[in-house]
């Protein structure tokens, strides 16, 4: 620990140097000693920290020198913790100057003022060499013990100060960083969400945005607009000019488009050369125009790396109706067939979707359009299909299914058919056709049922029970031979009404079926309150039993389930001898599939009933025709 005397007289430097000597008994020699005598104490390994100090005077005879001892000391990075300073040092600058000029060199220099009388006030002296807290005053003559008690309270508190001062330093120091960092990490970041937002080249919002913005903005209400715009002939640009010129011209057409689009719309690069457009319309025919204009201005001659090069694009546009609910992905695929059907007619034109440009809902309308004429027609017929009891193979009854063979498209499958004429009020009538037919095979068989698919459209129409009632009783049908076959759907939906129907045909002594057992949310527990014959299990499961643990779990749980509640449990599509040789092993009571037969037509189905067992199942080979091969 540095100490500073500045005193023009030599006979007070004495008296500090006497102040400041060494204690008379070397404590250390002593320590010595005891540790030769009585050996090291291991607990004392570790001395106590000395808290003695040791100091270091220097000794100026005027202020000037002393002033220029705290500023080499600072240079040399060794400042003093104690400056003690005499106020009369004739000839040179006083006490008072003496620690003012001190203290401008270092702030952290604590001074104590050493005076016989007083010639400036402590105030004064504070006034021009502060802090307060760092002036202290001494009267001539001082006490020894005054000085160094003195002495080591201040430097004990200078070097208390410094090293607060260093912690303060590396912590600000260490919150700069942090704060650099959390800046860089937040920049990284947003870079990050621009550039999974953002088209490198041009800068515009990328597929994902458009997506999002659209999928934001169909939430909201009002009309708009979604373009999709192609370049024409870009690829020669890209062919003969190279890619850098490609890349030019995209980055002019985007330019365009987004000084044209109107206010507070999207535009959105979604690869190669084509954009996507999102803007709000009052209708279909301003956004037509507004498309019009847009393409205006990307049509013409454009600089393109010194190359003259003709730009020109295609739109597909879809306008959403009021009210309407809106897929992004529904809209953006529209615009796209739009946009295809721009580009066939010939390039450089806006094309406004319309529903005829779209396959599904043209083939649908066809289908619809079909449906309605196809009875009129004759192009609908039923193919049968038997069912079979578990142990002799008995026949005992046959599925009927419709089948569409139409003079345009050929055979149309139920599958698609059946969900069309469902949306429409078609399925009742195409219903009392199957039905109608249904029963009057009957009158070829000698006792098996018919087993009648119906629709939840058909299930749930007025008057249901009472029109089939009057159906097979003008047919002179006994219900016992005719099986309804419903799905989980049509008594779910409605449990309390179909719950009343079912009881109140099984009461007429029709037999119920419950089609594709296991496809749908019922709920194996509250089966019980309808009043059922069989479940069929889906064949989905029968198809996986072989493979799939939960798929044989299913089936020997539904067959489980039938046997608990007095049910019988057709399997369908069964295929194999194994899944046979299974369901038999689960005691499945009924089945149904390829295996004994595919659906046949109403000639053959004769046949089978007549022969009333199915001996040879893999030997039959009259199969409804038109259904491919089988095996
Ligand atoms: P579904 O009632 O579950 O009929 C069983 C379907 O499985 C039939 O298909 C049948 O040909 C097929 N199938 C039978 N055994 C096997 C087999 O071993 N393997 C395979 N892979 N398939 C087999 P289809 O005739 O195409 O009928 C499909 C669906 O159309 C029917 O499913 C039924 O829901 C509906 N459907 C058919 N005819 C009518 C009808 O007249 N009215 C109503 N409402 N729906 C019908
Ligand atoms: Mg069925
Ligand atoms: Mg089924």
Known sequence: MRILIVDDEPAMHDSYRRSFAPAAVDTGAL????????????????????TTIDFTLTHAMQGLDGVAAVEAALASDEPYAVAFIDVRMPPGIDGKETATRIRKLDPNINLVIVTGYSDFSPIEIAKAAGPADKIFYIAKPFEVAEVTQMASALAHRWRGDRELAEARATLAAQVVQLQEQGHELAANESRAIHMANHDSLTEAPNRLAFRRALTDRAQLSGQFAVAMVDLDRFKLVNDTLGHLAGDELIRTICDILQTSIPAGGLVARLGGDEFGLLFDTPGAEAAEMECQRILKACTGTFKVLGNSVQGGASFGLIVTEPGETRDPTDLMRRADLALNDAKREGRGVVRLFDEGMDE????????????????????????????????????????????????????????????????????????????????????????????????????????????????????????????????????????????????????????????????????????????????????????????ERESAAIVHSIIHLGHALGLGVIAEGVETEAQLQALRVAGCSHMQGYFFSRPVVQDRAREIAQARYMLDPAADDAVEPGNGTHG
């Open 360 to 547: 599904n809902i043209r083939l649908r309308r066809a289908i619809e359009g079909g449906l309605s004429q196809a009875i009129a027609k004759g192009e609908l017929s039923l193919v049968y299909q038997p069912i079979v009891a578990r142990e002799e193979l008995e026949v005992i009854g046959f599925e009927a299914l419709l089948r569409w063979n139409t003079n345009e498209h050929g055979p149309i499958s139920p599958a698609v058919f059946i969900p069309i004429a469902e949306e429409t009020n078609l399925i009742h009538e195409l219903g009392d056709w199957v039905l109608g037919e249904s029963l009057k095979v009957l009158a070829e068989w000698p006792g098996q049922y018919v087993s009648v698919n119906f629709s939840p459209r058909q299930f749930r129409r007025h008057n249901f029970v009472a029109r089939l009632v009057e159906t097979v009783q003008r047919a002179g049908i006994d219900p016992r031979r005719v099986q309804i076959e419903i799905t989980e759907t049509a008594i779910f939906d409605d449990a309390d009404r179909a719950a009343d129907t079912l009881y109140k045909l099984r009461q007429m002594g029709f037999r119920i079926a419950l089609d594709d057992f296991g496809t749908g949310y019922s709920s194996l527990y509250n089966i019980r309150k309808f009043a059922l014959d069989c479940l069929k299990i889906d064949r989905s499961f029968i198809d996986g039993m072989g493979r």
């Open 31 to 50: 320590e010595a000693m005891a540790a030769e005598l009585f050996g090291k104490d291991d607990d004392a390994a570790d001395p106590a920290p000395d």
